[in-house]
């Protein structure tokens, strides 16, 4: 694996309001992913594709040091295999990956995330399944969760409440896209469960064909600072309060961020 490039060091004050504290021990959830201009993260389906500067890629890293578990959808371990470890800094951090169907269960042998729990470079992955899918002697953790019967789906609360118990305290959700844009939506309190919203951008298009971020209704982004690279951007901003959706209101129902 390729060494990751220095931090640009101005990195480290302008994330700093976005991370979790180590002082407060409120749950804490930040959504981060790298997308192109017309709002992609990858080419395709099931295709990985490097989006990030190497500057933005190490900036990842940066912040999984500050997180107890990093969490992604099967379609994005299926599609990158990827080690969700933490190389900025010698930091553990707990992939969660949420599989209701526990395909993981299939393919973890021959896993980026197997090699790195065996030779002791990331923590064995805790793997989010439905009940009706448990079955004996894998030696994968599981989280046995119920997925609404109507669609198919965990709550977002259930799993963070879930995760709070075992005595995770911050998440790092990476993706894919159907993991980020449900959870660019409110829930039934008309809240967000995201803290932090942290993007890179990457001044390419990955066309029409791309897998698309773009959550079912509009929203605005609020507490925003930009930063910027070589080549990315990064925007952070917050989904916590209402008043995005009041700001989105006030401009006659369009949505700016
Ligand atoms: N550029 C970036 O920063 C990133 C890009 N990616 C890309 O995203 C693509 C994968 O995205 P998607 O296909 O949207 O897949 P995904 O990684 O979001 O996984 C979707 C699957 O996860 C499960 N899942 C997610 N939320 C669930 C819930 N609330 N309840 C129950 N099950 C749930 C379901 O099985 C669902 O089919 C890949 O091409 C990958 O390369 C992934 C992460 C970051
Ligand atoms: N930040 C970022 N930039 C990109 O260009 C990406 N393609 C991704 N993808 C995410 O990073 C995971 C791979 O990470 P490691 O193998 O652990 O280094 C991948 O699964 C996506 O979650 N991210």
Not at 43 to 57: A, L, N, R, V, Y
Not at 105 to 111: L, P, V
Request: hydrophobic share 40%; with cysteine.
């Amino acid at each position: 694996m390729a060494p990751l490039v220095p931090l640009p060091q101005d990195l480290i004050p302008f994330l700093d309001r976005y991370l979790p504290r180590k002082d407060n021990d409120d749950f804490f959830v930040t959504l981060t992913y790298a997308q192109s201009l017309d709002s992609r993260i990858s080419k395709g389906k099931g295709i990985q594709t490097i989006i990030s500067h190497p500057e933005t890629k190490t900036m990842t890293h940066y912040i999984r040091s500050h997180h107890d578990a990093i969490l992604v959808g099967i379609n994005t371990v299926l599609a990158d295999d990827p080690g969700l470890n933490c190389r900025y800094c010698d930091h553990d951090i707990r992939p969660i990956i949420i599989d209701p169907s526990f395909k993981l269960r299939t393919i973890f042998q021959r896993s980026k995330l197997h090699e790195n729990c065996v030779n002791g470079v990331g923590l064995a992955p805790l793997v989010v399944i439905d009940r009706h899918s448990l079955v004996e002697g894998h030696g994968i953790d599981t989280l046995v969760l119920d997925v609404d019967p109507k669609t198919g789906k965990f709550s977002w609360l259930d799993i963070f409440k879930a995760l709070r118990e075992k005595g995770i305290r911050s998440v790092m959700v990476e993706g894919g896209a159907t993991v980020i844009n449900s959870l660019l939506r409110r829930g039934e309190d008309g809240l967000f469960v995201v803290n932090s919203l942290i993007v890179t951008v990457a001044p390419i298009y990955l066309g029409s064909g791309g897998v698309e971020v773009s959550p079912r209704e509009g929203l605005a982004v609020e507490d925003v600072s930009w930063w910027r690279g070589k080549r990315d951007v990064v925007c952070c901003g917050r989904l916590t309060s209402e008043a995005g959706r009041l700001a989105a209101d006030e401009q006659g129902g369009e949505v700016s961020c």
